[in-house]
């Protein structure tokens, strides 16, 4: 169980990274070598990291600072469309990774969304369903199809979830769930109260 004080945590299996309110970081072994140096030794009078998130199955990675400014290797049309959210003043509260090089879906801290590439069939269908609305906090993205969203009202939704994570989603219940993140060869990280 983890802190409240954990502001983001991003996993892909090999690696886990988290960031604390307070701008400490602490991560495993196995984090992409950019992101790594990214963090690594960096001043405390540079703006904290504020969002974090690793690729699935190589070595994409993005870190936003406080002051808005991100780092990161992935794909160009990525590039543009946190350059365009920085214009506009946005900041990001979660970014998932797809399984493709150039698939990603983004949550910003006012809501809003966006997505590109080939999302998991169940979490397009399911954005349609809720009209398109700008009210998200939180999202995630497994390398085999798993997903996991959360509203800003605690309201959560999942699909292509693995048989030992519904189980342990059951045992604690559903109302405790906050995050879900998942990595390769089926292992999850699960974030409750």
């Not at 990214?38 to 190589?58: E, F």
């Not at 991100?70 to 469309?81: A, M, Q, R």
């Not at 979490?123 to 398109?132: F, I, S």
Request: net charge neutral; hydrophobic share 35%; glycine share 14%.
């Amino acid at each position: 169980q983890f802190d409240e004080k954990c502001d983001c945590i991003s996993t892909n299996g090999t690696a886990t990274i988290m960031l604390f309110e307070g701008g400490g970081t602490c991560w495993t072994g196995g984090l992409p070598k950019g992101l790594h140096s990214a963090l690594n030794g960096r001043q405390s009078t540079l703006p904290r990291a504020t969002c974090v998130a690793i690729g699935p199955r190589d070595e994409r990675w993005f870190v936003q600072f406080a002051d808005g400014s991100c780092k990161g290797s992935y794909s160009d049309e990525l590039h543009e469309d946190l350059k365009d959210a920085l214009k506009a003043g946005r900041r990001v509260a979660t970014l998932a990774f797809g399984g493709e090089y150039a698939t990603y879906f983004i949550v910003y801290t006012d809501g809003g969304w966006g997505y590109r590439g080939n999302v998991p069939s169940g979490l397009k269908e399911l954005m349609e369903k809720r009209q398109k609305r700008a009210d998200l906090e939180a999202v995630s993205w497994g390398p085999d199809g798993e997903w996991f969203l959360k509203a800003k009202n605690g309201r959560w939704w999942s699909g292509g979830l693995p048989n030992n994570l519904d189980s342990r989603i059951s045992q604690l219940g559903r109302q405790r769930v906050t995050l879900m993140l998942f990595g390769a060869d089926d292992t999850w990280l699960l974030r409750y109260t």
